[in-house]
């Protein structure tokens, strides 16, 4: 079973999670824009790629596909899932399995507003969102919102450009300054992270794992804590079997006066998925069972509460010339 993992960064863990479970055969291929990141040392090989915006990239990515025989292929970077998912026929043509969501649905991940009105239309409790000042301020003086909120772009990831604003005016120039920006209502409440796995062959939510956060930086989890609640998992395989994703996702919860609310989607492996790893929730084995055409059995909260997570610090080093640096 060989494995391409495309713009692999610092997410070394992710790589060598795979290489574990490849088999002795297998193989793991890793691409970057720079020879500086340091997972793709990780990868049993690994390619210098142009950015994704490049012409001719994803004719590039095809021909290590041909040429690496390669099964499965994800993305550990948000722009490049939606290139994934439109382009699956391509990939498809030369036997690789992109292992991402419908595109329909990797888009309404990345634009929050439409988000928010899907989780809406299924009665799933949410965050308030507004798109125009107008109908923020009206809610405001009817007292069904209230500051602070977060005025935040309607595309984006990793909290690039996220305000916490506390007056009409702050939210006035933000809206003056940037385009495609929403107002979205402050959850002043415990924050969850889960991992999720969505079987690619029958469709069901066999894996879930919850991870308590404890502290956040640049928006990815650095320590959090395993934890357990039947009624969350339910709620959770509702959702995502409803909605159709597929493979694995990374979901952000808040509990606010006893009642989940989910606040956003990624639709790809979330900067915390080596905590679930770790505590026994396998989903690079789940990749590789549906790969080779087996439906994985439903493993849902088989783990152990109590577990922590504490990211730290790690150093990786190469020999490079200078003329050799690419840094992407």
Known sequence: MNILILSAGTRNKVV?????NVGAEGKVIATDCSNLAPAVYEADAFYLVPRITAPGYLDQIIEICKKESIDGVFSLIDPE????????????AVGTTPIISPYDLVETCFDKY?????????????????EDLESFFRDKEA????????????????????NKVSSDEEIRVLFHLYDNLMIQE??????????????????????????KKIKMRAGETDKSVSFKDP???????????????????????????????????????????????ESGVNMPAQVIANLAGEENSVTIGQYEEG?????????????LKDEEIVEG
């Open 231 to 277: 009624e969350l998992f339910t709620m959770i395989q509702n959702f995502v079997e409803k909605c159709g994703f597929c493979g694995m996702i990374d979901i952000d919860i808040f509990k606010i006066n006893g009642v989940y609310y989910i606040s956003e989607v990624n639709p790809r492996f979330g900067g915390g998925y080596p905590h679930a790893y």
């Open 143 to 162: 007292g069904l919102i209230s500051y602070p909120v977060f005025v935040k772009p309607v595309k984006g990831s990793a909290s690039i450009n996220i």
């Open 16 to 20: 060598q999670y795979f290489k574990e």
């Open 307 to 319: 577990i922590c997570m504490m990211k730290y610090n790690e150093v990786a080093i190469v020999r």
């Open 114 to 130: 439409r988000m928010y009105k899907l989780l809406q239309e299924m009665n799933i409790p949410t965050g308030r969102c507004y």
């Open 186 to 211: 402050f959850m002043d409440g415990q924050e969850y992270g889960a991992d999720v796995y969505i079987d690619m062959i029958s469709g069901k939510c066999t894996s879930i794992f919850v991870k």
């Open 81 to 92: 899932l939606s290139l994934l998912a439109k382009e699956r026929e391509k990939f498809l």
